[in-house]
Nanobody, 117 residues
């Protein structure tokens, strides 16, 4: 069965960086779009970024463009999200999801990112 396990979250001061990882199993990872979404306290799910199966085509939501970088290691079935210059508005639970924006069919348990001074 499909499993997505996120890690790498934590507390960081504004302007800091974190790198999230998502270990995938139970499906042919290299064949699928993968996506990061987040949910801030009291808000709905927000799309963050997606990456095509080849790892070359990437897409970002405007609030994170230029600060976040999505990447993948198909040999090791792992998805990443490098987050730089973090802002308090980035505080959220981050989930990796199998599938493109708006069409994901599985997601993980999430990892908490807290940006605060």
């Amino acid at each position: 069965h499909v499993q997505l396990v996120e890690s790498g979250g934590g507390w960081v001061q504004p302007g800091g960086s974190l790198r999230l990882s998502c270990a995938a199993s139970g499906f042919s990872f290299s064949l699928y779009y993968m996506t990061w979404v987040r949910q801030a306290p009291g808000k709905g799910l927000e799309w963050v970024s997606s990456i095509y199966s080849d790892g070359i085509s990437t897409y970002y939501a405007n609030p994170v463009k230029g600060r976040f970088t999505i990447s993948r290691d198909n040999a090791n079935n792992t998805l990443y999200l490098q987050m730089n210059n973090l802002e308090s508005e980035d505080t959220a639970v981050y989930y990796c999801a199998k599938g493109p924006m708006g069409a994901y069919d599985h997601w993980g348990q999430g990892t908490q990112v807290t940006v605060s001074s």
